[in-house]
């Protein structure tokens, strides 16, 4: 069964910097697109970076030049640096293909940005 753990949230001060991962329990890594989603209170569900199986990158213009998302196929790991964060990052972090599918969502990792 393909599972997708996420890790490395916390609570950061803002200006602050975290690096979330993502390691998949099977080869998917770098084979299809694939994203980190991010869920803020009381907000729907959002997709905040991309990568294509190319290594093509796509930012929430929220999130441009802040977030950098990278990866390692040898590794399983998909992977989410997070620079000059500011409060309104808060949110729970998923990643997931992009596109979506639902039978992958994890359970998360919680990132609070709060002085």
């Known amino acids: 069964q393909v599972q997708l753990v996420e890790s490395g949230g916390g609570l950061v001060q803002p200006g602050g910097s975290l690096r979330l991962s993502c390691a998949a329990s099977?080869?998917?890594?770098?084979?299809?697109?694939m994203g980190w989603y991010r869920q803020a209170p009381g907000k729907q569900r959002e997709l905040v970076a991309s990568?294509?199986?190319?290594?093509?990158?796509n930012y929430h213009d929220s999130v441009k030049g802040r977030f950098t998302i990278s990866r390692d196929n040898a590794k399983n790991t998909l992977y989410l640096q997070m620079n000059s964060l500011k409060p309104e990052d808060t949110g729970v972090y998923y990643c997931?293909?992009?596109?979506?599918?639902?039978?992958?969502w994890g359970q998360g990792t919680q990132v609070t940005v709060s002085a």
């Open positions: 997931n293909y992009s596109p979506p599918t639902d039978r992958y």
């Open positions: 990568m294509t199986s190319r290594g093509s990158t």
């Open positions: 099977w080869r998917m890594i770098g084979i299809l697109a």
